[in-house]
């Protein structure tokens, strides 16, 4: 698969409001990219951006030298030059790509990415993507402020005091969510939260028939927001986490971090019925939703409140993998520990008690399975994200993105199987840039 993505400045027309942002192309999300496991992809990113940028494809087990990591693994794409990533796509799954320079995520640089997987057809009868985002640029404040502003929300105490205890004096209490099991996710107020580019005002319309089988694609590529997300009138059977295939579990919801996708099958029930993704612990900005139509009946309201989206919420890592799935089972050959920390005031971030730059690395040798016992060491939910490696639950589940509720402690597996330099870091995009990062090296 040979593509070109031109990264540019746009404006986009949200519900009337039109907005000056960037994107890949002339939309947000930008182009749906697919190729099949086992293809060979080039990719060429023309940046007509007037800041430097790179390309991360989240989630994939790709070679280091393109995994988009600026000062990691590439030089910075400057303006007006142009950068071609070749890698092959060993897992089928869904993915999707976002820049790894500052919070330039937040800006609406994102498109999902899927791979499909050769011996498998799919038993359903076609398939929706949907990419969730928590949206504020083309508001007058652009992310790059946002973090400005919160890491100058610091009560000046400098130094990494008071991260091992997490301290958030019960701050946001009031957002909590009382169903979420997570707390505090976010620290960004956003204005709108969009499927597929969409404000709820003028939501995507997806059509079929009645008694068709759809499968889901659901991609979180908010910066800053966990989604609880439900299709109003419907059961989903969840199928896949991030990209991995799981036991089949049916629910009335479920809860996707940022970086994480679900896959899921569903029968259209006939009539019109509100797809919501309800951001967790979030006050303002409303919800997103897309309008899932299948026979007549009034569209719902940008506020639809579906029963399901708090009747049985499921936690994506209380799915089980199916077998073939399953890393092989194995005694680690090391073990090593990491944690998560830091606080929202003063707004400071880190890893292994210090912020990215000033940590140590995490090692491993290749060959090992590698054992990382993760205890976040704060009063927030983080989404643990680890490139160019997915890792096992204790369950044995699969993933690469991972949330972790405050002061939860768990072990991740993961073979160390592809040599490099890796990042492993929060993907709230604004802790991560904060300092909530660090590396994975080979030695
Ligand atoms: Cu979407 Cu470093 O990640
Ligand atoms: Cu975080």
């Known amino acids: 698969m040979t593509k070109t993505l031109t990264a540019k400045p746009i404006t986009l027309d949200l519900a009337g409001r039109t907005v000056s942002t960037w994107g890949y192309g002339d939309a947000v999300p930008g182009p749906l990219l697919r190729a099949t496991a086992g293809d060979f992809l080039r990719v060429t990113l023309d940046n007509r951006l007037p800041d430097e940028t790179t390309i991360h494809w989240h989630g994939l087990r790709l070679r280091n030298p393109a995994d988009g990591v600026p000062g990691m693994t590439q030089d910075p794409v400057k303006p007006e030059t142009s950068y071609v990533y070749e890698f ?29 997987d050769p011996n498998e057809p799919g038993d359903y009868d076609t398939e929706w993507v949907l990419v969730l985002d928590d949206w504020i640029d083309g508001t007058g404040t652009t992310p790059d402020e946002v973090l400005e502003k919160l890491l100058a929300n610091d009560s000046g105490s400098g130094g990494m005091g008071g991260m091992d205890h997490g301290e958030m004096d019960g701050m946001n209490q009031g957002a909590m969510d009382e169903a979420a099991p997570w707390g505090d996710a976010g620290d960004v107020t956003y204005p709108y939260f969009l499927i597929n580019g969409r404000p709820p005002a003028d939501p995507e319309t997806l059509t079929a028939k009645p008694g068709q089988k759809i499968r889901l694609r659901i991609i979180n590529a908010a910066s800053d927001t966990i989604f609880t997300v439900a299709l109003g009138g419907h059961r989903m059977t969840i199928t896949h986490s991030d990209g991995f295939p799981v036991e089949p579990t049916e629910t009335d919801a479920f809860y996707i971090g940022m970086g994480e996708r679900y896959d899921a099958i569903v029968t259209l029930e006939d009539g019109a019925f509100p797809l919501v993704a309800k951001p967790v612990g979030k006050t303002s900005g409303g919800q997103a939703m897309a309008l899932v139509r299948t026979g007549s009946g009034a569209a719902p309201a940008a506020d639809a409140n579906p029963r399901e989206l708090t009747r049985e919420v499921l936690v994506g890592s209380d799915l089980r993998p199916v077998q073939a799935a399953k890393l092989p089972s194995r005694t680690p050959d090391a073990t090593t520990r990491l944690t998560l920390n830091g606080s929202m005031q003063p707004y400071e971030w880190g890893m292994n008690g210090a912020p990215f730059g000033e940590n140590e690395p995490l090692t491993v040798q290749a060959g090992q399975r590698l054992r990382i016992n993760a205890t976040n060491m704060t009063m927030m939910t983080h989404p643990l994200h680890v490139h160019g490696h997915t890792f096992a639950l204790p369950s044995g589940l699969r993933k690469d993105t991972v949330l972790m509720a405050p002061m939860q402690s768990f072990a991740i597996d993961l073979d160390a199987d592809n040599k490099g330099d890796w990042l492993i870091h929060c993907h709230n995009i604004y802790h991560a840039e904060a300092g909530m990062m660090t590396a994975l090296e080979y030695t």
């Open 88 to 116: 092959t796509a060993p897992d089928p799954g869904t993915y999707f790509f976002h820049p790894h320079v500052g919070v330039q995520l937040d800006r609406g640089l994102y498109a999902p990415l899927i791979i499909d």
